[in-house]
């Protein structure tokens, strides 16, 4: 009889024994568990916060246009010089800030540089227009920008003029692009106004119209890519 008690103390010494462990088996678990859910609710905050730093102050952040200043609110001068033919312009700072900001810039930064000019109108509309490395009239910096400065409202472009190009009905479309306009023009406002009037060209256009427009566009057509290439090699802003 003794025996059997001793047995039956000893099983249930191991069976309190086994309880203790699992309860503290049970505890450890749920502590390490609300450990890793707090180190992973911290590990998304701070993925979170990474993140949203990259893309608004680090380098994932969204290009923008210049700030408005740059231009000084004054007339600039300097030289286009495309495929051999130097042009000497200005740049109203004072009418145009944003979009001469924009030119100061991306001129400093070379972004013009080699670029090849794409359009070619010789019907009405007289211009050639540049600044899209890609060649198709849709490319911009990285950015675009509005709103339209300095549009005329009787819708003349007299010749000399230097305009910033943009896509139709997009008033906040305004990137890279211009146009050179070498001939007097009349250009349509569409629905969100004209087309920004940031400078004009002071040196005679003879030589830029037997270069690039007189040899016309590939196809023949009056709208269409320049026959002859027509490549910004330099801007000189100052």
Known sequence: MAKI????KDRLREFEARQVQNTTRRERLRKDQWVWSGAAVIAVVISSL????YTT??????LQAPPTSLSENREWSGEITISGVELAVTLDGANAPQAVAN???????GFFDESACHRLTTDV???????DHLGLGTGNPGYTFGPIENAPTDEFYPKGTIAMARSQGDAE?????FFIVYEDSTIPSDL???YTVFGKVTSPLDAFISAFVTPGTDDGSPDGRPSALAKIESITIR
């Open 5 to 8: 008690d001793r047995l039956k």
């Open 50 to 53: 990474g993140l949203f730093s």
């Open 57 to 62: 102050i680090g380098p994932g952040a969204p």
């Open 103 to 109: 030119f100061v810039q991306l001129s400093s930064d």
């Open 125 to 131: 509309i007289y211009v050639l227009q540049c600044g």
């Open 173 to 177: 479309s305004q990137g890279s692009r």
């Open 192 to 194: 969100v106004g004209g």
